[in-house]
């Protein structure tokens, strides 16, 4: 049974850093990363990172967001430095099994970002 389990979110003042983090369990992954929906809006990618370290970002946070991951351990952190209040969004956890190309999220952890 695959499960992922987020930490980490909560209300941030705009300038400020958060991070992110993710374990998850239940199989071998190739893909996590971290997705976000802010209210009235469809879920979007924000930073993903594969097994071999590539890493993929949305351009609204190249510079000021950092994915890493540990695939020994299936965990996955999100370094939110510089934030907007447009980065306010809950923010779920991805992850896609190796070989059968099946996703998995996590439950969401709310973000924001405000003063």
């Known amino acids: 049974q695959v499960r992922l389990v987020e930490s980490g979110g909560g209300l941030v003042q705009p300038g400020g850093s958060l991070r992110l983090s993710c374990a998850a369990s239940?199989?071998?992954?190739?893909?996590m990363g971290w997705f976000r929906q802010a209210p009235g809006k469809e879920r979007e990618l924000v930073a993903t990172?594969?097994?071999?370290?590539?890493?993929t970002y949305a351009e609204s946070v190249k510079g000021r967001f950092a994915i890493s991951a540990d695939y020994a351990m299936n965990t996955v952190s999100l370094q939110m430095n510089s934030v907007k209040p447009e980065d306010t969004a809950v923010y779920y956890c991805?992850?896609?099994?190796?070989?059968?190309?099946?996703?998995?999220w996590g439950q969401g952890t709310q973000v924001t970002v405000s003063s």
């Open positions: 239940g199989s071998i992954f190739d893909i």
């Open positions: 990172i594969s097994n071999g370290g590539s890493t």
């Open positions: 991805h992850a896609r099994v190796r070989y059968r190309l099946i996703s998995y």
